[in-house]
């Protein structure tokens, strides 16, 4: 049973350009969420993505946007980058509202220079 | 922002020893997770806790609730090297519908051999 899968694992992107991270969801979930985490603090909230829409968001800027596909996976873009992007993304897919728990992908490592 | 704090910041102790870490929280819950990350990579959920719950035991893994406190506390008995990771509560609040988490900024626990 295939877990949450990220790609790609690290990327480096120069600052003003724009980026784009994919996310699969685990297999019979059907949210995804997407988090940022700085080195050293806690994951913070992005957004969530259900039945292809944007359901929830956090406090960033709209430079951060967002899709879900038909089969639940999911993008997240990010323009205009600055340095303060550098970070880890994570993944992580539920069902519905995540009562039944939450799993996490492995992240993709964002430098942004 | 970021809803819970972890205490300590950092642990370090020798395999064997009990490591305890603690979490407080700012408004009403509907469940507290732990949560382990190893070495900046994806997060692995460690225990769900409901608000209606005072104890939750998962192998070496015990957790208490206070909902008049609002704190949580993370027990790791009988620690061994491979426990070394960051550890991160989330909490999900009553007045969220979707699921969404907030992390604390994390305690990093160093098991030494």
């Known amino acids: 049973d295939a877990g949450v899968t990220q790609s790609p694992t690290h990327l480096i992107k120069t600052r003003g350009q724009q980026v784009t991270l994919r996310c699969s969801p685990k297999?019979?979930?059907?949210?995804v969420s997407w988090y940022q985490q700085a080195l050293g603090q806690g994951p913070q909230f992005i957004f969530q993505y259900y039945e292809e829409e944007e359901r929830q968001r956090g406090n960033f800027p709209d430079r951060f946007s967002g899709h879900q596909f038909p089969n639940y996976s999911s993008e997240l873009n990010v323009n205009a980058l600055l340095l303060g992007d550098s970070a880890l993304y994570l993944c992580?897919?539920?069902?519905?509202?995540?009562?039944?728990?939450?799993?996490f992908g492995s992240g993709t490592r964002l430098t942004v220079v | 922002s970021q809803q819970g704090e972890e205490d300590p910041q950092a642990l370090s102790i020798q395999e064997g020893e009990n490591a305890t870490m603690n979490c407080s929280y700012k408004?009403?819950?509907?469940?507290l997770q732990w949560y382990r990350q190893n070495s900046g990579r994806g997060l692995v959920h460690l225990i769900l806790i409901r608000s209606n719950e005072r104890e939750k035991h998962s192998g070496r893994l015990r957790v208490t609730l206070d909902t008049s406190k609002k704190s949580s506390s993370l027990l790791i008995t009988a620690s061994r090297a491979a426990d070394t990771a960051s550890y991160f509560c989330a909490t999900r609040q009553t007045t969220d519908s979707w699921g969404k988490l907030q992390f604390g900024a994390g305690t990093q626990v160093v098991v030494t051999p």
């Open positions: 408004t009403s819950i509907n469940n």
């Open positions: 297999s019979g979930h059907d949210t």
């Open positions: 992580a897919s539920s069902f519905q509202t995540g009562e039944g728990g939450y799993t």
